[in-house]
Each structure stands twice: as C-alpha cells, then as structure tokens.
C-alpha cells in the first residue's frame, strides 16, 4: 500500500513564501514523475509543476519564475518551494505520483489528501 503525506499548508500575506513537502511511503519499487496540482474554490484541478525522475521540470503558466519544483529520492520526497505567493495562488494543493508499486507491478497515480494554502490581499 502506498500513501502520500502532505505538509507544509498554511495562511501567508501576498508576497510572501511557503514550502510544501510531500512524503511517499509503502511499497515502492520506482517512482517515476512527481508533481503538484492545486484546487480553487469552484475550479477545476490543474496542474502546478512536475519533475521527472531524470529531473526534468515542468511549470504551470502561472506560477513560472515564482515556484521550484525538486525532489529528494533518498527520501521518496517532493517539495514545491513558492515565493512571491499572491490571492490567486489559494486552493488546495494535492501531491501526485507515478509510482510503480512492485517490479511485477504497472505504474498508476497516487494522490496525497491535500493541504491548504491561503494567501491574504
């Protein structure tokens, strides 16, 4: 069984800076892209940034130049590094992964519970 655990949510004034952490545990053979999306109030899900196991990143339009993606692999652990938050950025935000369980195993997503971040005007 795999879990993601989130961490890092909270309330911050525009301008202002959080980190999001997002831990993989469980049976784990390979993890393969790990991202972030987020969810506002009556929006749809979109995607935030991902990297891939080779490190490639890939960015949202709106958060380019404001949010880093990066992963730690000794520690099965994402982290999303944003600065300069502003009101848009509020919602909920939801670690995935492609992780393929057992070498005898397919890859298939998982998703963390969600953590809230509130940025205030």
């Known amino acids: 069984q795999v879990q993601l655990v989130e961490s890092g949510g909270g309330l911050v004034q525009a301008g202002g800076s959080l980190r999001l952490s997002c831990a993989a545990s469980?049976?784990?053979?390979?993890?393969?892209?790990m991202g972030w999306y987020r969810q506002a109030p009556g929006k749809q899900r979109e995607p935030v940034a991902d990297?891939?196991?080779?490190?490639?990143?890939n960015y949202g339009d709106s958060v380019k130049g404001r949010f880093t993606v990066s992963r730690d692999n000794a520690k099965n652990t994402v982290y999303l590094q944003m600065n300069s938050l502003e009101p848009e950025d509020t919602a909920v935000y939801y670690c995935?992964?492609?992780?393929?369980?057992?070498?005898?195993?397919?890859?298939?997503?998982?998703w963390g519970q969600g953590t809230q971040v509130t940025v205030s005007s």
């Open positions: 995935n992964e492609d992780i393929r369980p057992a070498i005898i195993e397919r890859s298939k997503a998982y």
């Open positions: 469980g049976s784990i053979f390979r993890i393969n892209v």
């Open positions: 990297v891939t196991s080779s490190g490639r990143v």
